[in-house]
């Protein structure tokens, strides 16, 4: 970490990435050999790594403020906005982590089943608690959607180009016709995946 870091420091970026890298595969990753890493990729100019190396420190510690901020900056350097190419729906279920979206689930649904038992144990509460528990439940519900669909979005699986220039084509193979092309730090969804032999 240190011989990286003095790396970094001394201007060789490139041989900076490249010792962090070193930690990762050797097991030592944290937020912040992945932040570091993205700083030492964006400066050696590598944007789609350090977009890359950004989205795993976030996976890792996603409230952590420089982790967001870099990130957006290097979003904002390749796609001219510093948001994802997503929904405000699916921004707003990465707010929350999926481990953050169960526990609130939980939470509302113990809730509600202790509002309910309340009601049923003393009698003479039923009427105050049922709006109570009615409300409680109505948010069980709605969290258990949005869980299930922070689930559902953290299942798809995202890249990042990190080559001056992906080709996308209409098929697998070389003379498929071109459909388009990604540039460096783009980021995608992947959809579909097939070993070509």
Not at 109 to 120: P, Q
Not at 160 to 189: I, K, N, T, W, Y
Request: contains cysteine.
């Amino acid at each position: 970490f240190e011989t990286a870091n003095k790396r970094y420091f001394e201007g060789k970026f490139s041989e900076s990435a490249a010792a962090y890298e070193q930690m990762i595969q050797r097991g030592q990753s944290s937020a912040a050999v992945y932040f570091n890493l993205g700083n030492a990729c964006f400066k050696a100019g590598q944007l789609g790594r350090a977009l890359a190396a950004y989205h795993q420190a976030r996976l890792l510690d996603p409230r952590d403020p420089a982790v967001r901020f870099n990130q957006k900056f290097v979003r904002q350097k390749v796609t001219g906005s510093d948001a994802p190419s997503s929904s405000a729906w699916q921004r707003a279920l990465t707010s929350l982590t999926l481990n953050e979206w169960a526990l609130a689930s939980a939470g509302f649904f113990w809730l509600s089943f202790l509002l309910a038992a309340g009601a049923e144990l003393r009698p003479a509460l039923r009427r105050p608690l049922r709006n109570y528990t009615a409300l409680a439940g109505v948010i069980t519900a709605l969290l258990v959607v949005c869980t299930i669909a922070a689930w559902r979005q953290a299942r798809v699986a995202r890249a990042v180009v990190a080559v001056p220039e992906a080709v996308v084509r209409h098929g697998p193979l070389e003379r498929a016709a071109v459909a388009f092309q990604l540039r460096d730090g783009s980021e995608v969804a992947i959809l579909d995946r097939q070993e070509i032999a």
